[in-house]
């Protein structure tokens, strides 16, 4: 690889004040470091050399005010290139250029250029023209710094314009990652729920069932068979006992436990006369009293068997029959009367006129 020093001796050999002319030496690539050394050569000759492209650090060359680099075979010129904000006069004839780097747009200071002979873009070949004569590369240098300035400005658009397409995607990303955040928050908590339900649906069947498990034993309790005694006598067949004892019309084929049988004692009973009187057997009227005898006695005998049908409705679970209520109003409408005496003197009454 061919470089100045080695063709034409040291750099400074070649400065002319402040012009350095290294055309036509055979270069490869451009000694930058030897250049950065001499800040006077304002003025650099890189013409018909072998150039295929300049270094990134070649534009650290800010002192450069005039540069000619044409009759090379450069393909494209560093990104930094912009970065030579004292270039004033930039010759590029006869390379391999296709396009110039966006931050062309900020050599301020450029006054000519020459693009000729390159195959630029259709668009950038329109802008800068033929450049045939010094007024033509003039106004090649100003349209060209004006189109590659509007490129810079449409390529800011459009960086900015994929910077908001980004921030929009970002935002969405996030707003997607919030909602399936906040679904998966609602589901566990409706899943908590849906335990917590099933749970309570749990402990009140287990209650249910225990309160099942302590009502039996009373239930069982309950319909057990029952009967009292009220005194010596047997309430449980109040019903077939009043038919037995003719108040209703039809007669019972069964005996009343309350029935007195013939020729013996009287059964007592709570609330009746003969429980009160004693134990004393009844002795038989006279013969001449006959009639009245068997009145008294059938009479005595109804009075019995209506006396055990009253405490099996007043004693009794039969209290709330309805025929219990009835046999309960007869039996207050009778105290009622027996108070007034009028039953009794009529008895009276009659037994005397026999």
């Known amino acids: 690889m061919t ?8 750099l400074r050999d070649k400065l002319d004040g402040h012009e350095l002319d290294l055309s036509l030496s055979d270069l490869n690539e451009v000694p930058v470091k030897e250049l950065a050394a001499l800040p006077k050569a304002t003025i650099l000759d890189l013409s018909c050399n072998k150039l295929t492209a300049l270094p990134s650090d070649f534009c650290g060359l800010t ?12 393909r494209q010129l560093p990104a930094d290139f912009g970065r030579l904000v004292n270039l004033q006069h930039l010759d590029l004839l006869n390379n391999r250029l296709v396009t110039l780097p966006v931050s062309f747009a900020q050599l301020k200071s450029l006054k000519w250029l020459d693009l000729k002979d390159n195959p630029l873009d259709p668009v950038l070949a329109k802008v800068a023209g033929d450049c045939l004569d010094e007024k033509q590369c003039k106004q090649c240098a100003n349209k060209v710094l004006q189109h590659m300035k509007a490129v810079q400005v449409d390529q800011e658009r459009e960086r900015q314009r994929r910077l908001e397409i980004d921030r929009e995607a970002e935002k969405k ?23 917590k339900e099933r749970r309570r649906k749990e402990y009140d069947a287990l209650k249910a069932a225990k309160r099942e498990q302590e ?39 069964n005996p009343c436990p309350l029935h007195w049988q013939a020729d013996s004692q009287p059964l007592r009973h709570q609330g009746s006369p003969e429980s009160k009187s004693g134990s004393r057997a009844r002795k038989p009227p006279p013969r001449k009293h006959t009639r009245s005898w068997a009145v008294l006695r059938l009479l005595l005998l109804l009075l019995l068997c209506v006396a055990g049908g009253l405490v099996a409705c007043r004693v009794t ?38």
Not at 3 to 10: D, I, L, P, T, V
Not at 176 to 193: H, M, V
């Open 3 to 10: 470089k100045a020093g080695s063709k034409g001796g040291n």
């Open 63 to 74: 002192h450069l005010v005039k540069l000619d680099l044409s009759k090379n075979k450069l």
């Open 215 to 253: 009502k039996k034993p009373k239930k069982e309790t309950n319909q057990a068979p029952s009967s009292r005694c009220a005194g010596s006598v047997v309430v449980a067949h109040g019903p077939s006992c009043s038919a037995a004892c003719g108040i209703f019309p039809d007669q019972g084929s």
């Open 173 to 195: 990303w996030e707003a997607k990652q919030r909602a399936k955040e906040a679904q998966e928050r609602e589901l566990r908590k409706r899943e908590k729920a849906e335990e």
């Open 317 to 354: 679970e039969l209290q709330q029959q309805p025929l219990c209520t009835s046999v309960n109003a007869l039996y207050d409408s009778a105290l009622r009367g027996l108070r007034s005496h009028d039953i009794l003197r009529w008895v009276l009454q009659t037994d005397s006129q026999q």
